[in-house]
């Protein structure tokens, strides 16, 4: 028997007792998540708040910890403190003699009993891992990142062969790390934690969707993107000209199947397009590309979102949609989660990442911004996602229960090494 049919009929009872069998005597497990790269990008801030969500439901027992990145805000804070009261929050580095930079994080390192890195587009605290592993000596794992896009670090491939396991959220990683001879006893496929990522703000989104009169379900939503993007406009950094360079060359042929796609939602359906963003810079990229070309008959129906928001109101938003396309990623992980139908659009510049939608059967709402055949294919997917909600339910729902057969089995792992 295949093991995912395995777990997924084993009983509950079955299940439980496996968990209760890692715990060490006398007391729950403990887990301290590695997690929270950056909080300019509600998709990064969604791994946080989604690989929590999958420890909570699949090792209750278990009690958990955020080991999070410097920049993680107030703000960013007590939105996942809405959703997890009792979360303890740290943050700080290990020296080079074993000392953690503060007493909280000094605490939590001697408190937990295992060391799970969350999703991201790389080992992207390899360092952070490789010290713990160096000086605590204690078992650690690695859930759900890309490999080979962005080394962290020197000693990445020392990191994962010490790892008790490390899942890869696409295939092009996995095999990667296999032909590179990485020596975890696990290697294996597993969903971008994002997928996981439950916030709710129904208040705000409820309110602004009101305010710019788009109903549930009839309007869809767009997500822009840059090559790259220019983080110099939102972070104290030079400006990369050879960024700069490459997203104006690309930016107007990159845009048009999305603006081709919005008209024909418009034009052929009674749909509204809400334009929104993932990252801090895509407002202006919105109203620049997709919002100011609209001849006027459109752009009576297409809502630009001016304002940056957070993952919560965003997911909130997403719920109330009819789906969404664009440039991006992690809008359309999280709408998947949350059974809504989503088209991804990228290109080179970007990780495997998107390989994911092939291997959870959204291949063929998965397109190549640097093939000309699958630009093309962009506007008639959107245009029939819209014409036929319900058959594109039914594909998303699809989608979200593999992700959660993925997600059951590789957290079943989870907690047996926790032991």
């Not at 395995?6 to 998540?33: D, E, V």
């Not at 696990?186 to 989104?205: E, M, W």
Request: proline share 5%; net charge neutral; glycine share 6%.
């Amino acid at each position: 028997m295949h093991r995912r049919t395995f777990l997924a009929s084993a009983s509950a009872a079955a299940f439980a007792a496996c968990l209760r069998a890692s715990a060490p005597a006398g007391r729950a497990p403990r887990i301290l998540l590695r997690s929270s790269w950056q909080v300019v990008n509600i998709g990064d801030i969604a791994h946080t708040p989604g690989v929590l969500a999958l420890i909570e439901k699949y090792i209750p027992t278990a009690e958990f910890r955020l080991w999070a990145s410097a920049d993680l805000s107030e703000e960013v804070m007590a939105m996942e403190h809405r959703r997890f009261p009792n979360l303890k929050i740290v943050k700080g580095t290990i020296s080079a003699d074993g000392r953690a930079s503060n007493p909280d994080l000094g605490e939590a390192l001697a408190w937990t009993d295992f060391l799970l890195h969350g999703s991201g587009p790389s080992l992207v605290a390899a360092r952070d891992v490789a010290a713990f592993a160096r000086h605590l000596r204690k078992p650690y794992g690695v859930y759900g990142i890309t490999h080979g896009s962005y080394f962290s670090a020197s000693d990445d491939k020392a990191v994962l062969d010490g790892a008790r396991f490390v899942y890869f959220r696409d295939m092009p990683s996995l095999e990667l790390a296999r032909q590179a001879g990485v020596k975890s006893p696990i290697l294996d496929f597993a969903p971008d934690g994002a997928f996981a990522c439950d916030l709710s703000n129904d208040a705000l989104a409820d309110s602004f969707l009101a305010a710019h009169r788009l109903e549930p379900g009839q309007f869809l939503c767009c997500i822009p993107k840059l090559r790259r993007t220019p983080y110099w406009l939102i972070r104290n950094s030079p400006k990369d000209e050879k960024v700069h360079a490459r997203n104006e060359a690309m930016k107007v042929a990159d845009h048009a199947p999305l603006l081709e796609a919005i008209q024909a939602v418009v034009r052929e359906t009674k749909l509204k397009v809400l334009l929104c963003p993932e990252d801090k810079t895509q407002m202006a990229v919105g109203k620049e590309l997709l919002y100011d070309p609209l001849p006027a008959e459109v752009k009576s129906r297409v809502v630009w979102r001016e304002h940056f928001w957070l993952t919560d109101e965003a997911l909130s938003t997403y719920r109330h949609s009819a789906g969404l396309f664009g440039h991006e990623q992690h809008s359309p992980i999280m709408c998947i989660g949350a059974g809504i139908p989503a088209i991804v659009c990228r290109w080179a510049e970007q990780t495997t990442k998107g390989d994911m939608w092939r291997t959870i059967g959204l291949g063929d709402w998965l397109f190549d911004m640097d093939v000309e055949a699958d630009k093309k294919k962009v506007a008639p997917a959107v245009l029939a996602m819209a014409k036929d909600p319900a058959a594109a339910r039914v594909k998303a729902e699809k989608a979200r229960a593999l992700v959660e057969t993925y997600q059951r089995e590789t957290m079943a792992v989870v907690a047996r090494h926790l032991a």
